[in-house]
């Protein structure tokens, strides 16, 4: 039987959760930006080599500029976090170490993966700069629009699911 | 009579599943959405996967608002209930929300969109902000870096044409100076929008006589535009003040550039200056200032551009090049003197320029006041010990030979900012001529070591000899103890002025 674990994407608004999962589920991009509002759910079954395969349900919730506004219904049952930055607008970061600890406290035995998105907008100069910030705490940049380290980031988490 | 409307407003908006504890459906009235009995509830929507965790729960009960379900085709955005029981029966409640939520999307979507904007443009402006710095700290310190040689360029070829020449040297010479004075002029132009472009060009406000500067000018000019072979007609309207309140070193500037243009694109023909009283109110003068040639003209599609710096000009337009910045600087002077400039061009017909400017009116007795000071310069009666403080021998040299010309003073140099205390205390000094870039020592530095000494040497005169011209720069050397500062690139009235005005 294919395992189901529910992945929850954490963010400020606009970071780009809903187009992250559109690259990873359906494999399109848009440039126009529709607010999320509550939470959209789906679905994509994935196969893990040498493994049963596991299906994630995506939870993609409406953005938040603090996590301890998010209706905690939502979170229930977790399996996974993604929390998502916009890398090139540091107010979506610059909240991020106390926003990790809300998760650690609230969630201790939950995996996170904290990426930044929208790698194609900076450049190498740019990162940087805040690598202070960036080296200790994020896992993958990706970008939605170019699809760019997508699948691994998912596929990582979800071998961590297992 | 209520029913109908209940079943409307309410009963249509609700729909009632019960589900086994593995979410098999045993009962639904599928007002929103059609389920088959017996189908799993989690294959209708990835939502309901959440129930596999719910359902294992006794006799609770778990509320979720807002849920987008994208089901039969339509989305539909819901706020759920789930009442886990005890009895292999459990109750889902849902509600269709989807207008009210509607309109909070629409809210949200506005807001978001209007923070989100708002976040990229501070970022930009951040970004261009620092561009703009950086580039403005270069442009001033590279053209401080020019003002040494230029300094001494400008001195050897105003001390060559003094000494025997023939003619074709004579010609030579004269290219050399006239070079020497665009660059020098082309050197203040940037500094000058390097100073715009940082908030630091501020204006000055004294009295002056505006006659005797207008004729001043045109004298100049004339000489200009008679060496081209063109007319000019400058044409003052008796009406205007003598005196005025300003800043005359910019009301120069301006009509020099004007006329300069108005010269420069003018092959035949004339160029006419023209300078009348607009009115006099509460105590002020306005101004209208005409300069008008029968030159090239400007592209009334070119005429947006002319204002504008260097870029725009140098690049797209070539038959307007060589105005370089001076037009920039001029719109920027006009609009922070509350004046304002146009101009009507055709093209080889000839160009307009026309600004109204304001200034406070003032009178004879402010002007003397400031004159008396500056006809105290002439008739020294002794000679006079100066100490230079230099390590340039290219200025050393120059100084030198100015000094040394007027037979008023003794000199003695020194290079080294530690010579300077010693040299003081075992000789006379009347003045101290320092530079501001000597190795090691600022000259704020220096200047505190010899205020610092004893009484006798607070008064002693020490003017700085400066490449940074910024009124900061003024300003913390006069705090640091520093009479005065000449700025580099300086000419030899400008140095001698300045010494003269120190010694009594
Ligand atoms: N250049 C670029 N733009 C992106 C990328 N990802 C998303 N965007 C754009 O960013 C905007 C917001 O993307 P969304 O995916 O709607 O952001 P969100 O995090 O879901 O926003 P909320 O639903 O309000 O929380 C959209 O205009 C996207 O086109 C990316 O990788 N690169
Ligand atoms: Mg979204």
């Known amino acids: 039987m294919t395992a189901s674990k529910k992945i929850v994407l954490l963010g400020h608004f606009g970071v780009g959760k809903t187009s992250l999962i559109r690259r990873f589920v359906e494999n399109t991009f848009s440039e126009d930006y529709q607010v999320t509002i509550g939470v959209h759910i789906s679905k994509k079954t994935i196969e ?11 939870w993609d919730l409406e953005g938040q500029d603090d996590l301890k506004k998010t209706r905690s219904s939502y979170l229930l049952g977790t399996n996974g976090f993604i929390y998502v930055f916009d890398s090139s607008r540091p107010l979506t970061f610059e909240n991020l170490n106390s926003e990790l600890k809300f998760l650690k406290e609230n969630y201790p035995n939950v ?33 939605a629009k170019t699809g760019s380290r997508i699948e691994t980031l998912f596929s990582k988490l979800a071998k961590e699911l297992i | 009579m209520l029913e109908p409307y209940k079943k409307k407003y309410h009963t249509n908006n609700f729909q009632y599943i019960l589900v086994d504890d593995l979410g098999c459906v045993l009962e639904t009235d599928n007002t929103l959405f059609t389920v088959q009995k017996d189908s799993l509830l989690q294959t209708i929507h990835p939502f309901f996967e959440i129930l596999n965790s719910l359902l294992q729960i006794d006799n609770d009960c778990f509320e979720f608002s807002c849920i987008n379900l994208n089901l039969e085709k339509k989305v539909v955005i819901v706020d759920t209930i789930i009442y886990s029981q005890n009895k292999n029966e459990n109750l889902i409640i849902i509600e269709n929300l989807t207008k009210h939520y509607n309109n909070y999307q629409l809210a949200a979507q506005t807001r978001n969109e209007s923070i989100i904007n708002s976040q990229i443009l501070e970022l930009k402006n951040e970004y261009l902000l620092e561009k703009e710095t950086f580039k403005n700290n270069f442009i001033a310190n590279f053209s401080h870096q020019l003002r040494n040689p230029i300094t001494a360029s400008i001195i050897f070829s105003d001390l ?25 002029n082309r050197i203040e132009d940037i500094l000058d929008i390097s100073k715009i472009e940082s ?18 000018i045109v004298n100049g000019y004339k000489f200009l535009a008679s060496k081209k072979g063109l007319d000019f007609n400058f044409v003052i ?4 003040p003598e005196f005025i309140k300003g800043d005359q070193y910019r009301l120069k500037q301006i009509i020099g550039n004007l006329l300069n243009n108005a010269i420069s694109f003018t092959t035949q023909g004339s160029v006419n200056f023209k300078i009348a009283l607009n009115y006099i109110r509460a105590k002020k003068a306005n101004l209208r200032i005409e300069v008008l040639d029968t030159g090239c003209g400007i592209a009334s599609e070119n005429l947006d551009y002319i204002f504008k710096r260097f870029s725009k000009i140098e690049s797209e337009n070539q038959n307007i090049k060589g105005s370089g910045l001076g037009l920039a600087i001029v719109k920027y002077l006009i609009s922070e003197m509350q004046g304002n400039i146009k101009v009507e061009s055709e093209i080889n017909k000839g160009s307009k320029f026309i600004c109204n400017l304001s200034f406070k009116l003032s009178d004879y007795n402010q002007i003397l006041k400031e004159e008396l000071l500056s006809k105290q310069l002439l008739g020294l009666e002794k ?38 205390v010693p040299n003081i205390i075992n000789q006379d000094v009347d003045l101290i001529l320092l530079t501001n870039t000597i190795q090691n020592f600022s000259a704020m530095d220096l200047t505190a070591s010899v205020r610092n000494l004893s009484k006798d040497y607070k008064k002693t005169p020490i003017i700085v000899l400066s490449t940074l ?21 300086f000419d030899e009235k400008k140095l001698l002025e300045k010494i003269y005005k120190y010694i009594k």
């Open chain 2, 469 to 489: 011209a910024f009124k900061d720069d003024v300003k913390r050397f006069k705090q640091a103890g520093v009479n005065d500062i000449i700025t580099k690139p």
């Open chain 1, 48 to 58: 893990i080599p040498e493994q049963e395969s596991i299906s994630l349900i995506i």
């Open chain 2, 237 to 240: 309207d008796e009406n205007i």
């Open chain 2, 383 to 420: 000679k006079y010990h100066i100490l230079l403080v230099e390590d340039s021998e290219l200025i050393q040299l120059t100084i030198l030979k100015i000094l040394a010309a007027t037979g008023n003073f003794f000199i003695n140099i020194i290079s080294k900012g530690e010579d300077l």
């Open chain 1, 111 to 143: 995996p996170v993966k904290v990426v930044g998105n929208k790698m194609d907008l900076v450049n190498k100069t740019y990162l940087a700069q805040y690598s202070s910030v960036f080296k200790p705490l994020v896992d993958f940049f990706v970008s």
């Open chain 2, 199 to 216: 908030g630091k060009l501020i204006l000055t406000e004294k009295v002056f006589d505006l006659k005797k500067l207008l004729n001043d």
């Open chain 2, 160 to 184: 060559l044409i003094n000494s025997d020449l023939n003619t074709e040297q004579k010609n030579y010479l004269d290219i050399i100076q006239s070079a020497n004075k665009d660059l020098k």
